[in-house]
T-cell receptor, first 116, second 116 residues
Framework: GAVVSQHPSRVICKSGTSVKIECRSL??????MFWYRQFPKKSLMLMAT?????????EQGVEKDKFLINHASLTLSTLTVTSAHPEDSSFYIC????????????FGSGTRLTVV | AQTVTQSQPEMSVQEAETVTLSCTYD???????LFWYKQPPSRQMILVIR??????QNATENRFSVNFQKAAKSFSLKISDSQLGDAAMYFC?????????????FGQGTRLTINP
């Protein structure tokens, strides 16, 4: 149990276009999901906390107009990278916390975004 | 705010030997959770072990065990009988039990290599 599905796993887009990444909790309801960004050989950096039915909470330094987060249902959160640029290329990971994992966080498999 | 520090960027161990990964943290919270996550080359984050700060007994999961020293704010991971499949990035992480959005804070990571 406690599976988080994230897709796409890889995406290549052109500069200036927008890309949407989906994060779904498959067998539990997630009122809160988290979006991380990971640079090569680096740790996970929290970008924002996604709250079902309300606005996301962004970490300091993260552009909310660049990284749009929508959490319209208890099982789906989306991250849209708007007007993507090469510097947005990175690995993005979502996660959710659930009682079924004894308060541990379950992570999606990540999305590798390449902006060309 | 919580901070997590892993001072060993890389570690290596011979197969079947024991290795210990270090982690220290700083928090003003009275109760919190501590975790070790493994990130293999697939980049899927996998929960290795968790520890509730209010529990004095060190957590164990098969070949994985922790040495939790609350007063020293230390949370090291011991891997016994190392196997080739243990090779990965290991991240120490924490979050407060009750406060706010319960954001998971990661350390910088330790890359573990298993030598056959």
């Amino acid at each position: 149990g406690a599976v988080v599905s994230q897709h796409p796993s890889r995406v290549i887009c052109k500069s200036g276009t927008s890309v949407k990444i989906e994060c779904r909790s498959l067998d539990f309801q997630a009122t809160t999901m988290f979006w991380y960004r990971q640079f090569p050989k680096k740790s996970l950096m929290l970008m924002a906390t996604s709250n079902e039915g309300s606005k996301a909470t962004y970490e300091q330094g993260v552009e909310k107009d660049k990284f749009l987060i929508n959490h319209a249902s208890l099982t789906l959160s989306t991250l849209t990278v708007t007007s993507a640029h090469p510097e947005d290329s990175s690995f993005y990971i979502c996660s959710a916390r659930t009682l079924s994992t004894n308060y541990g966080y379950t992570f999606g498999s990540g999305t590798r975004l390449t902006v060309v | 705010a919580q901070t997590v520090t892993q001072s060993q960027p890389e570690m290596s161990v011979q197969e079947a030997e024991t290795v210990t990964l270090s982690c220290t943290y700083d928090t003003s919270e009275s109760d919190y959770y501590l975790f070790w996550y493994k990130q293999p080359p697939s980049r899927q984050m996998i929960l290795v072990i968790r520890q509730e700060a209010y529990k004095q007994q060190n957590a164990t999961e098969n070949r994985f065990s922790v040495n939790f020293q609350k007063a020293a704010k230390s949370f090291s991971l011991k891997i016994s009988d190392s196997q080739l499949g243990d090779a990965a990035m290991y991240f120490c992480a924490s979050y407060p039990y009750l406060q706010g959005a319960q954001k998971l804070v990661f350390g910088q990571g330790t890359r573990l290599t298993i030598n056959p």
